[in-house]
Each structure stands twice: as structure tokens, then as C-alpha cells.
């Protein structure tokens, strides 16, 4: 592909930076759209829109995001951009799939029918199918919501130099914090070309910088951000409340039921007493966390380890969002807005737009 800037060289021309408003149907963009589409066999458009992938569209022939997003990051869009994974992924996110569909498949098949019609637990039967759907749902969401995705090349010092970084860039800029005697530190992406805004972080799986980042989550293949860490804390407190229901549906069909027909129930209670370590643990991790006002990012480069487990929970010095009250803390983290989609997959740009670029390496004036 021909970058902007090394085309408008070529050509002879000044490179300038141009930047299309976010729009949902603009008209100049349809109409080209549609010369496109009608060389394209209906069968291959649908394919496309299916799924897209970094090597799907041409840079010619793109004009809806989630067609560059997936150019510039390693985001794969499903159905039109409405859902996305990460390319390269070691299949986890179907192992987790699996993990959810087994106990429930086997319960309804093995379980349901005695437990509906021979004991008083229909109230447990159903709040067990609700909190398994709210997280089953809650997963998916978490999987392919866009967590926080920052716009590309916003701040480009120099055009016309090979896009040369001051020295500056590479430097941490420490500002007052106009709320608290905490300063506030904003970072340069060299990747992204833009300062990024307070917590946000640049995940190097997905290729791109997301709001308020926590981690990347490899059981469901996406970064756990702003705009989807409602979801991702729903997905693991609903898992272990559903384990927890299970074990007591399971333990009033063994209290009652025949020793022959007590296999399911054994097998269940036995995965579930394997199953709900990890969401437990995750779910108390991450309220102490939320209680000191740190995201799982902030506190692995705090302790400058990659297993948290073995280490407590502090509150960090010189924390812009640290108030003194736990509760008031975790309150803030966990319900936040989740803020706008400012790159939106499903939206439209103009020809030229500097935030779907893939820009070379950059370098300092240092380095020339």
C-alpha cells in the first residue's frame, strides 16, 4: 500500500494531513462505494462482509472503517464490523466457549427434568439458566465489543522529514493534576503517533492503544478496556454465582435421587469445584484493585512482575484517582462511563484519512 504522505512526495505535492469527520452514511463515500461494489461479485462482497481481515480489501478500495481498522491492527471484523477477535490467537477463546456450553448441556439433558418436576427448586433452576445466559452473554460481549480503540496519527510533529520524532517524544511530560497534589504523566506512541490520553496503554497483541487499559485477556481474545470492562466483570461474577448455583441444584438431585441416576450430578459437582477457582480469585483480585484505584496494567509495572498473586495489593503514591474511601474507589473504576466509540468499525472515512495510515517507523533528530 501507498501511504498518503509518500504518494503526495511522489506526485510532487505538499503532504497534508486530512482527517474526515466520524459519520455513519456519507453521501460522496456511498458513491463510491457503489462503483466498487458493482465490480465486485455479490458472492465475494458477502464474503468480505463476513469477515475481514488485514489482507481482505485492498487500500484502494476501502472506505468503511473496520476495512482499515483491520489493515492498520491485528483485528479481525465479523458481519460488517459488529463483532472482532485478534488475529494469531491460540484458540483459548473456544476453549472457554466449551467450558460454558458443557455443564449446561449436561445439566438440561441429565439434571433439569427431575429437578423440575420432583423437588421444590424451580426457583434454583431458573435463576441458574439466568445467571449462566447473563454469563454466556456477558462473555461474548466482552470478546467482541470494542474496548477503547484511540484513533491513529493524530499528533505528527514532521511531514516532510520522514516523519522525525523531537527528541521530546520519547520523553514522559509530567503535568499538575488540577484535582489533587498528585502530577499527571502523559506518554508519546510511537506506534499510534498520538499522546495518550490518562491510563490508556498501547497493547502490543491487538496493535493499537485502548482507553483506560487493563489487559489483554487471552481466554477471550480481546483487551479489557474503558468500554468493555463492565462486561468483562459481569462475565466473571455471574460465572462463579452460576457455578454456585449449580453445586446446589446438583446437591439436592444427589440428596434425592436414585444412586444410579447419580453420575451427572457427581461429575458436575466435581467440575464445578475445579471451575471455580480461577473466576474467584480473578473476582476478588480485581475488587482490590478497583479499592486502591489501579488497573491490572498499572499494578503489574507497580510490583515489575507478571504473576500479581503472590504480591498484595497497595495503593500507589502519587495516584491522580486515589480518593480516601475503598468502597467510593472501586465504585469509580468498576461502574465508569464507558465513554465514546471514537473510532466507530461500522462508520465511514474519506480517502486520505490520516487515522487509517499505516505509517513507517518513526525516528528522532537525534538518530539522523
Known amino acids: 500500500m501507498q501511504d498518503g504522505a509518500v504518494y503526495e512526495k511522489r506526485k510532487g505535492r505538499k503532504p497534508c494531513r486530512q482527517y474526515s469527520k466520524s459519520e455513519s452514511f456519507p453521501s460522496t463515500v456511498q458513491n463510491s462505494d457503489s462503483i466498487i461494489i458493482k465490480s465486485v461479485p455479490w ?3 458477502f464474503l468480505r462482509w463476513t469477515v475481514t481481515s488485514d489482507h481482505t480489501f485492498p487500500a484502494e478500495e476501502t472506505s468503511k472503517n473496520y476495512h482499515s481498522l483491520a489493515r492498520i491492527t491485528n483485528y479481525i471484523f465479523f458481519f460488517g464490523g459488529r463483532f472482532r477477535t485478534v488475529s494469531n ?3 483459548l477463546f473456544a476453549c472457554v466457549l466449551l467450558l460454558l456450553l458443557f455443564p449446561v448441556i449436561l445439566f438440561s439433558i441429565c439434571e433439569v427434568r427431575h429437578l423440575w418436576y420432583s423437588t421444590n427448586t424451580k426457583a434454583t433452576v431458573i435463576l441458574f439458566y439466568y445467571s449462566w445466559t447473563l454469563c454466556f452473554l456477558s ?4 470478546a467482541t465489543t470494542d474496548p477503547g480503540t484511540l484513533p491513529r496519527n493524530i499528533h505528527l510533529p514532521q ?5 522525525e520524532l523531537p527528541s521530546e517524544y520519547y520523553s514522559i511530560i509530567t503535568l499538575p493534576s488540577s484535582s489533587t497534589n498528585s502530577p499527571i504523566q502523559l506518554k508519546y506512541c510511537t506506534t499510534c503517533r498520538i499522546w495518550r490520553p490518562l491510563r490508556a496503554s498501547h497493547c502490543s497483541t491487538c496493535n493499537s492503544c485502548i482507553m483506560t487499559f487493563d489487559h489483554h485477556c487471552i481466554w477471550v481474545n480481546n483487551c479489557v478496556g474503558q468500554r468493555n470492562y463492565r462486561y468483562f466483570l459481569t462475565f466473571i461474577y455471574s460465572a462463579v454465582l452460576t457455578i454456585i448455583l449449580l453445586v446446589i441444584n446438583c446437591s439436592v438431585r444427589l440428596s434425592k435421587g436414585s444412586p444410579t441416576a447419580k453420575t451427572p450430578s457427581l461429575l458436575l459437582i466435581c467440575y464445578c469445584g475445579v471451575g471455580i477457582w480461577y473466576p474467584l480469585i480473578l473476582g476478588i483480585y480485581h475488587i482490590f484493585l478497583a479499592g486502591t484505584q489501579q488497573t491490572t ?6 510490583i515489575k512482575s507478571g504473576n500479581p498473586i503472590c ?8 495516584n491522580p484517582f486515589l480518593t480516601d474511601s475503598f468502597f467510593k474507589n ?3 473504576l468498576m461502574c465508569q462511563p464507558r465513554g465514546h466509540n471514537v473510532v466507530s468499525a461500522r ?6 484519512d490520516w487515522r487509517f495510515v499505516k505509517l513507517p517507523l518513526p525516528h528522532s533528530f537525534e538518530k539522523l
Do not use: A, Q, S
Open 43 to 45: 458472492y465475494t462482497r
Open 89 to 91: 490467537n491460540k484458540n
Open 139 to 142: 462473555f461474548i460481549k466482552t
Open 159 to 163: 511531514l516532510r522529514n520522514d516523519y
Open 297 to 302: 496494567h498499572e499494578y503489574l509495572k507497580l
Open 311 to 318: 504480591h498484595k495489593v497497595v495503593p500507589t503514591e502519587n
Open 330 to 332: 472501586m465504585i469509580l
Open 347 to 352: 462508520h465511514y472515512h474519506r480517502p486520505g
